[in-house]
Nanobody, 124 residues
Framework: VQLQASGGGLVQAGGSLRLSCAAS????????MGWFRQAPGREREFVAA?????????DYTDSVKGRFAISRDNAKNTAYLQMNSLKPEDTAVYYC?????????????????WGQGTQVTVSS
């Protein structure tokens, strides 16, 4: 599976961006999809994830709940991260990942494939 992340950019605080993660392959629907971010000098941290089995389940880190929404379109082999009410502390490189498992999806080591990252910069 190859992942291509896009949609990052520079936005003012309070603005919105939508990130996309396009996947190759025919088994996209079976993967758990996650978004992580990494700011300079910090470790990669979990942002959000969505799994499709046993049903669509989403998970978010506390700092983005109510502002970010993860979704997927299995017909388009694409996962999305809608980011609203952006804050300067959301500034980071955002990575999408695909995992063949459904548990512990906040752990980056559970992911088998990664996209190249897309920069999100939020100015104050």
């Amino acid at each position: 599976v190859q992942l291509q992340a896009s949609g990052g950019g520079l936005v003012q605080a309070g603005g919105s961006l939508r990130l996309s993660c396009a996947a190759s392959g025919r088994t996209f629907s079976s993967y758990s999809m996650g978004w992580f971010r990494q700011a300079p000098g910090r470790e990669r941290e979990f942002v959000a994830a969505v799994i499709s089995w046993p049903g669509t389940i989403t998970d978010y880190t506390d700092s983005v709940k109510g502002r970010f929404a993860i979704s997927r379109d299995n017909a388009k082999n694409t996962a999305y991260l809608q980011m609203n009410s952006l804050k300067p502390e959301d500034t980071a490189v955002y990575y999408c990942g695909a995992a063949t498992v459904w548990g512990r999806i906040r752990d980056p080591s559970r992911y088998n494939y990664w996209g190249q990252g897309t920069q999100v910069t939020v100015s104050s």
